[in-house]
């Protein structure tokens, strides 16, 4: 799909998870930057329990570029499933997602495309959810969440973290050709919740980071900023800071606590420390389940019960 444009400021947005508040606060922060187009890489709708506010404010927007993520991958593949098949504690903000949000943002979501390439004037913007070149299966450790903290054992600037992504991108034979052999162009992702961006003959490379849950230590909801001066383009990554109480509250008003509250507590402290809480969970649950035989995810309810009240996040210092 190719969608045409001219002379615009895009701003981006990609992983907002149901996230209200964080969606709220960072579009009006971008009215007031001037932007005039919104670019959505995807990940809408599940982990917070606003799901339909999410998607209702992204359709209200007139001049909006929409793509689907993994996650709302997630919630269309339980369209015409067996209900009494959604049993695992583990997928709880799955079903949640699916069983709060209206029909019409249900069927807003299943013909969402993959791709889409943007012409603006002679340059093309390329959207995806996520970057085959940054998200290999022989990871770029800078490029994922979990890896942050451990960056971070000697804390850096966000000007050095970009200097670390990129030398450990480009310093792989396989990254550089894959990234050479690509047309020139600006490419935008999402994904892995870290904001990051670089140029490299002829080709700018934007992951505006999550809008909804940021994971590189930062609890401020983060988007870009995309914008046209003549032949150039420049690149803004915002920060954006809104009320985590409300969040808070919010599962608890909502429901969203008392139908999971594992993954409330997990979810919030990811939110309010910015780091990946959900991956040493996840890996936590792995290793219970391996106790039991089972080493596939989901995991019985059995043994979730068993990892919830094992787990305690205060000891962790490191990954």
């Known amino acids: 799909m190719v969608v045409t444009e001219m002379g615009s400021t895009y701003a981006i947005f990609s992983d907002i998870h149901g996230n209200i508040h964080a969606l709220e606060a960072a579009l009006a922060d971008a009215a007031s930057q001037g932007a005039d187009r919104y670019i959505f890489l995807g990940d809408y709708v599940h982990l917070f329990p606003w799901g339909n506010e999410v998607m209702n404010t992204i359709r209200a927007l007139s001049s909006a570029v929409v793509i689907r993520g993994n996650g709302d991958g997630y919630i269309t593949d339980l369209h015409g499933t067996a209900k009494d098949e959604w049993g695992y504690e583990q997928f709880k903000p799955i079903y949640w997602a699916y069983h709060t949000l209206s029909d ?126 003549h032949s150039q383009w420049t690149i803004t990554q915002r920060r954006v800071e809104y009320d985590l109480a409300l969040v808070k509250d919010g599962f608890h008003t909502s429901g969203f606590y008392e139908y999971s509250p594992v993954w409330s507590d997990v979810m919030y402290t990811q939110l309010k420390t910015g780091r990946d809480y959900m991956a040493l969970f996840l890996r936590h649950l792995y290793e219970v389940g391996s106790q039991f035989g089972q080493t596939d995810f989901p995991v019985s309810n059995e043994v979730w019960d068993i990892a919830a009240k094992s787990w305690d996040s205060s000891k962790l210092k490191g990954d």
């Open 104 to 229: 019409s943002n249900i069927e807003y979501l299943f013909p969402l495309p993959e791709q889409i390439e943007i012409n603006d004037g002679s340059d093309t913007i390329y959207l995806t959810h996520a970057s085959d070149i940054f998200f290999r299966s022989q990871k770029i450790a800078p490029f994922h969440s979990s890896h942050y903290p451990s960056l971070m054992e000697e804390p850096f600037s966000y000007p050095q973290y970009l200097e670390i992504a990129r030398h450990a991108a480009l310093s792989r034979p396989d990254v550089l050709a894959d990234i050479q052999a690509l047309p020139n162009g600006i490419y935008l992702f999402g994904h892995n919740h870290l904001p990051f961006h670089m140029e490299y003959e002829d080709k700018l490379f934007v992951n505006p980071g999550s809008c909804g849950v940021s994971l590189d230590m930062d609890s401020t909801a983060a988007y870009a900023l995309l914008a046209r001066n």
